[in-house]
């Protein structure tokens, strides 16, 4: 299984300490993530449970593993062991449930809140609005919110993709005052293959990216 290497350079060339690349590994298989792990990379991020402990089990220890996409309530307890960052916290119950299994696992969980952007209803996310809204998060004293993430519309339109990005990061800002034990912002998880250079200069700290790396995903298998 082949990687871009030339890609994977020149994608570290221009984050340059700007933002953080986790490389998002989904359907793709455990030799295609040891070579990204064997030039350096070690944040990994994956959108299924299972295939997160799957593959958390037979790669090495030290790979920070992210779990990106939509996450289950029920699913929370198989990789609240081992996880480093949870992107997707899109309720306040999921934080909850989070909280609840990293106690069970005498941890303290990193998470980002999704915040939805993007014009499409099917995205996930808190509205903007809402965040200044959860009022009981000191008690949940095993999470620790260090971000926000958001996902811009599926479009060709760098204008509206650019739009959104923009009114994320506004967010960011306007919570970053709000600091407390377990809400301190210091993390912005904006772009992915396709939008990734419009998100750095918005002034994302952190993005994913899967294609341009391990090539279009193979759903069928």
């Known amino acids: 299984m082949s990687i871009n290497i030339e890609k994977y350079h020149q994608i570290s060339e221009e984050l340059n300490g700007k933002a953080l690349l986790v490389a998002v590994s989904k359907t793709k298989p455990i030799e295609a993530i040891q070579a990204l792990y064997d030039l350096g ?70 998470c980002l809140l999704q915040i939805h952007i993007a014009k499409e209803e099917t995205k996930f996310g808190f509205e903007a609005h809402e965040l200044s809204e959860l009022y009981e998060l000191h008690e949940l004293k095993n999470v620790n919110i260090i971000g926000l993430m958001g996902m811009a519309s599926f479009t060709t339109d760098e204008s509206l ?29 904006m772009g992915m293959s396709a939008d990734y250079k419009i998100a750095l200069e918005e002034g994302s ?17």
């Open 41 to 110: 990379q070690r944040d990994v991020g994956e959108n299924y449970v299972q295939e997160l402990v799957e593959k958390h089990e037979q790669l090495p220890k030290d790979i920070r593993w992210h779990f990106i996409g939509h996450l289950q309530s029920n699913k929370v307890k198989y990789i609240a062991p081992f996880v480093h960052l949870i992107h997707g916290v899109d309720s306040f119950n999921l934080l909850k449930e989070i909280n609840k299994q990293a106690l069970k696992n005498n941890r303290i969980i990193d």
């Open 161 to 189: 993709i650019r739009r959104e990005f923009e009114e994320l990061k506004k967010c960011f800002d306007a919570n970053t005052q709000l600091s407390t034990f377990n809400f301190q912002l210091s993390t912005l998880s």
């Open 205 to 221: 700290t952190m993005v994913r990216i899967g294609s341009l790396l391990f090539g279009e995903r193979n759903y069928s298998k």
